[in-house]
């Protein structure tokens, strides 16, 4: 797929709420949509992102047509224990796309 | 769909003009919603381009196998301010040329790769980026007297009028600035931002874009991409906006 933003806290307390925040390019094409020529575009969408936090599902989403392009998705989570934080963002195609961040727990 | 813009564009006419003391930039004129999403470059989609555009920059490309940072190095110093003084005159075709152009001759001629298309994600990502570190810079259009003509030309555009609709560019931006076409505000005009993500267009875009977006709008046939039309209205509209900051890359409903 494509680049992708994420912002986590690189240090935080334990048992702090802590705020993650992404950003993915991506067309989200609906489907729906006539080109130039008249032909419908293809459906190119982000079907399901998850986070993992050590391995544990912290957040996950499933993502429709109607969802803008360059999807940004903010959420929170309690820091626990350092560890690495997993993010992937699975298309229609199946393709899956995965970006790591770390974060440390004091 | 023609009959309800005309509708639109009536009503919005009839709105009385507010006398401007101050130039405003579009981003005063959105949401609270839309200016956070500009100003937190973690949440601005333009920025992605951005990214993109470091990664070009750092590429090797063309015959040549040149890279733009082989040349100008790091864009952070060298390509600080370049977006606020474009378009420039070209000492070579002794012509206005923007900053889209300008990456297109380089390009072209020093790096023998084959021509950036304009609107194309190749050219948006790199003008992105190098309009990104004129960030917060006034715009300073340059002291050329040469670039007088082409001013007098896009002043001359910008107050003509144009299209079935028989609107010129100043109707709206000048004597209507601050009220409301349908829902939209309309704003001064200043090409602060560019390229820029518009979320209607769900997509970064350029000034020239929005310009043909103006245009259609007004049933006029728009500038073509890159013509000496499009570039003499932009250094026209640079020269009115002097001063103000580059906001690179805004973001725009």
Known sequence: MARALINVPAKSKRGEIIEIKTLMSHPMETGFRPGMDGQLIPRDIIEKFVCTYNGEVVFSAQLHPAITANPFISFTTIATESGTLVFSWTDNKGETQVQTASIQVE | ?253
């Not at chain 2, 997509?203 to 020239?208: E, R």
């Open chain 2, 1 to 253: 769909m023609n009959r309800l813009a005309c509708l639109v564009v009536v009503i919005g006419m009839a709105l009385p003009a507010f006398a401007q003391d101050a130039r405003k930039s579009g981003f005063d004129y959105m949401g609270p919603d839309t200016q956070a999403m500009q100003k937190d470059d973690l949440a601005n989609p333009g920025m992605l381009s951005v990214l993109e555009g470091e990664t070009l920059w750092n590429t090797p490309t063309g015959k040549a196998q040149k890279s733009c940072a082989a040349c100008h190095g790091d864009a952070t110093q060298s390509m600080k301010g370049v977006a606020a003084r474009y378009p420039a005159m070209d000492d070579k075709t002794q012509s206005a040329i923007d900053l889209a152009g300008r990456i297109i001759q380089c390009r072209v001629e020093r790096q023998e790769a084959p021509a950036p298309q304009r609107e194309g994600r190749e050219l948006l990502s790199l003008s992105a980026f190098v309009g990104r570190q004129s960030r917060d810079m006034p715009i300073s259009p340059p002291q050329d007297a040469k670039l007088a003509a082409t001013r007098a030309q896009g002043a001359a555009l910008y107050s003509a009028r144009m299209g079935q609709l028989n609107f010129s560019c100043a109707q709206c931006h000048d004597d209507n600035a601050g009220g409301h076409l349908g829902a939209a505000p309309i704003p001064q005009a200043h090409p602060n931002g560019y390229p820029l993500y518009r979320l209607e267009w769900q997509s970064l875009g350029s000034l020239q874009r929005r310009f043909r977006n103006c245009m259609s709008g007004m049933r006029a046939e728009p500038f073509a991409a890159g013509s000496t039309e499009a570039i003499a209205l932009e250094a026209f509209l640079m020269e009115r906006a002097a001063g103000m900051k580059l906001e690179t890359p805004a973001v725009r409903p």
